[in-house]
């Protein structure tokens, strides 16, 4: 009897772990390509929805993906590190992806920011693992639509996140309302994108002799 | 075997998973996922979900190969299987519904380590029939998953006034300050404690109505 | 049939209510008589919580819940709602007194839990809404509540603005002697430091209903330390390790350690100090544990109070101590009963 050989539990170990690898490897190959494009695809639709300001929940992936190589064209040496927004060929605006490490986890996101360098079109998040509820909140409509028209301030702190209820000024937006260590962060790594964003265009703007950059204060 | 007597075998089967040896509020087991999971109710149902498909599945696979597997390796073989299962969900979810995977973030690889899915293939699968075992890891995790979805519910309509994200009335209104600790895990305590603490109360009762 | 005790006598939850009365009265003077209505509102829920739980297990209720509710009560902001203190009311006696097994069971302080509670569930309710102290020489004796009106409502303490570095305290040539009810945002105002300690001493400015007086506690707290109901071993470590602790942090210029006088004299420090550090129940029982309990609670509420984004220190300090005490208790005991083991001659410890 096969059963009581010595070598029998190594050798059954052995074919079942083979077998049931194997099926989940093929399985995971065939899905590969589709995670891809989720990952791919959702970064499209944030740099969309912050770069033009609105949400279109309608469109579909492939839309998205058509609008995305139609519109949006990679950073190049002027832009800072931002894409690039085109409407009909006419330069519409910068999208401007940040990130930083949230409350669990790692949040990625993108600001969008019009020609001025200064008004804020939009943000919206294509990575996050925050509290539901709490700091997962950030990704809310609610949350994100206060950023539109805001006007990035002083360098320190070119976005404030202020407490609900507090008096907000032309950069201020409210923040989540018990989600202290998400806003902190989220506040943190959106103005340092934007700081380091900044000093580049402006670095950019002045050797190619290209237009100041306007709002001086900064 | 008659077909009656099949009958109340799946009838007790299912009596003990879902009732009497509840694996939340007898056994207390499967806990991590519990508070982790239910402060949404479409996270709870998609996690509940992906365990009925573990818990099942692998319990009746483990007992498809109950007389081939030596016993040396039988826990070994059943991490397996499980593992394969729980791999399989995590795959599908990440294809086919990423912001779901994102929301549950590791807790649906952390379905194998749930003490249920090991629980049931050991007591269960390693020594009855397949059908027997599949039907016994439905029950059981039938069993889990009712009493996450009152635990879910309750947090969600205190915690943030809605139920699968709609708006409840009143508890979404002005008039209703949201208990934020439901949405956090320490409210999942609590929570878990009242069910917990209700349950057994009404099994105590009911057993005293039967003496 | 003979009717049964309804009302447990305790005699030291008496002495206790009695030291607390001064800060009540600080808490109708100070923020109006809706003070006094949520105090008894407290009393009344917390009864007949106790009374749910104590009828099933054939024990009167304990006089215990109302000291529990009464403390619970004075360290809320004054605008509280009705259903914040309610909850935590229920919350206390329920989820951290009577479900263990009622009065004498429980391992955390029940007022402390129950605020905790609200704390995690209403920020909001909690930190945001403070109304000021009424003036005059009658107070706020003459009105329902100081909180009437928008404008009547700040979102931070003194003791909050102390911390966030909008309120610094300078020995000499402050613009302002006592602190201003509301600062403008990104504004920074500075008093000056001996005008803002007899403030605190007085206790009139904004803060928690029954907890803003050093003076008012210090009358209720003293008395209990004289007449040994709390312990006094656990009230001087306490604010032994605190201010301490404090000042060298302070002196070695850590930001933001305020100096020890100002913290030992703000937010109701003081209170924590002799009604709730002090709790029989979820204190330690041995002296050397009680020691080493309240070394614990001094060192976290600086930690706390400093290093993190929650202003009441106390509080959790308080909690996390209370989780500390039984191992404290077991591992004194063993060390002595070691100690007294090994040399064969002394007596067999208690």
């Known amino acids: 009897m096969m059963r009581e050989r010595k070598w029998y539990p190594i050798f059954y170990m052995f074919v079942v772990t083979a077998a049931f690898s194997s099926i989940v490897i093929g399985f995971s190959a065939l899905t590969q390509e589709r995670v891809e494009a989720n990952t791919q695809l959702a970064f499209e639709a944030a740099v969309l929805e912050a770069g033009l300001g609105h949400h279109d929940p309608a469109r579909s992936g492939p839309e998205v993906h058509r609008k995305f190589v139609e519109q949006v064209s990679d950073p190049n040496a002027s832009s800072g590190g931002a894409y690039i927004l085109r409407q009909d060929g006419r330069f519409i605006g910068y999208a401007l992806p940040f990130e930083g490490q949230g409350f669990w986890a790692r949040v990625k996101g993108i600001i969008g920011v019009e020609p001025d360098k200064r008004t804020v079109t939009g943000i919206a998040f294509y990575e996050q693992s925050e509290t539901p509820g709490l700091g997962a909140e950030i990704v809310r409509p609610k949350f994100r639509e206060q950023f539109k028209g805001r006007v990035l301030g002083p360098k320190e702190k070119p976005i404030r996140m202020r407490r609900p209820g507090s008096s907000l000024g032309e950069s201020d937006v409210y923040a989540v309302t018990g989600a202290t260590q998400t806003t902190v962060r989220v506040e943190e790594m959106m103005n340092r994108a934007i700081r380091d964003w900044q000093t580049q265009v402006e670095a950019a703007g002045t050797s190619e002799g290209g237009p100041k950059p306007t709002g001086g204060a900064s | 075997m008659s077909p009656g007597m099949a009958g109340s075998q799946a009838k007790n089967i299912a009596v003990q998973g879902l009732w009497k040896d509840n694996p939340i509020f007898r056994q207390v087991l499967g806990i991590c996922s519990t508070l982790a999971v239910t402060n949404l109710v479409m996270n709870t149902i998609v996690m509940c979900a992906a365990l009925v498909f573990t818990v099942s599945l692998s319990s009746a696979t483990v007992s498809v ?91 969600e309509i205190l915690g943030l006034g809605t139920f699968l994200g709609m708006p409840v009335p009143f508890f979404s209104g002005p008039g209703w300050d949201k208990w934020i600790i439901m949405v956090t895990p320490p409210g999942a305590f609590f929570m878990l404690a009242i069910v917990v603490w209700f349950f057994r109360w009404l099994q105590q009762k009911q057993e005293e109505k039967a003496k | 049939m003979r009717a049964r005790r309804f009302l447990l006598k305790q005699m030291i939850m008496r002495r206790v209510l009695l030291a607390l009365l001064p800060c009540l009265a600080g808490a109708v003077y100070f923020f109006g008589w809706r003070s006094l209505a949520l105090v008894l509102w407290s009393g009344v829920v917390g009864f007949f919580v106790e009374y749910l739980f104590t009828r099933l297990r054939g024990e009167p209720v304990t006089e215990s819940v109302f000291v529990t509710t009464t403390i619970l009560a004075l360290i809320m902001p004054p605008t509280v709602p009705w259903h914040v203190l309610t909850m935590g009311v229920v919350f206390a006696v329920m989820f951290t ?72 305290l300078v020995p000499e040539g402050a613009t302002l002697a006592a602190a201003p009810f509301e600062i403008p945002e990104d504004q920074i105002v500075k008093v000056k430091r001996l005008s803002f300690w007899k403030v605190l001493f007085c206790g009139r400015l904004s803060g928690t209903m029954g907890a803003t007086s050093v003076l008012l506690i210090l009358i209720g707290g003293l008395y209990l330390f004289f ?124």
């Open chain 2, 65 to 155: 190969f109950r007389t081939l597997t030596p016993r040396n390796v039988r826990m070994m073989v059943e991490t397996l299987i499980i593992g394969f299962y729980v791999i399989i969900v995590d795959v599908l979810l990440g294809a086919y519904w990423p912001s779901m995977r994102a929301n549950l973030g590791p807790y649906v690889g952390l379905i194998l380590t749930n003490c249920i899915v090991m629980g049931r293939c050991e007591a269960y699968g390693a020594t009855q029939p397949p059908g027997k075992a599949f039907l016994d890891g439905l029950c059981t995790s039938l069993g889990y998953t009712f009493i996450l979805l009152i635990i879910a519910a309750f947090r």
């Open chain 3, 97 to 168: 007194k009577e479900i263990f097994g009622g009065f004498g069971r429980n391992f955390f302080n029940p007022a402390m839990a129950g605020r905790c509670f609200v704390y995690m569930c209403f920020p909001l309710a909690m930190t945001a809404a403070w109304s000021p102290a009424a003036e005059g020489t009658w107070g706020a004796l003459d009105r329902w509540t100081t909180a009437d009106g928008p404008d009547a409502i700040t979102t931070a303490t003194p003791m909050a603005h102390l911390k966030s570095g909008a309120l610094v």
């Open chain 3, 227 to 350: 007449t040994r109901t709390a312990s006094r071993t656990i009230i001087v470590t306490v604010i032994l390790t605190y201010g301490l602790l404090s000042q060298i942090l302070n002196w070695a210029g850590i930001e933001p350690v305020p100096a020890a006088l100002t913290v030992l004299l703000g937010g109701g420090w003081l209170f924590g100090a002799f009604f709730m550090a002090t709790d029989p129940v979820s204190a330690p029982k041995t002296d050397l544990g009680k020691i080493f309990y309240a070394v614990i609670i001094g060192v976290c509420s600086v930690v706390i109070r400093n290093f993190s984004i929650f202003n009441g220190g106390l509080m959790f300090a308080i909690l996390i101590g209370n989780m500390f005490a039984p191992i404290l208790d077991h591992s004194v005991r063993a060390w002595t009963s070691g100690k007294a083991a090994r040399p064969a001659k002394e007596g067999s410890p208690a």
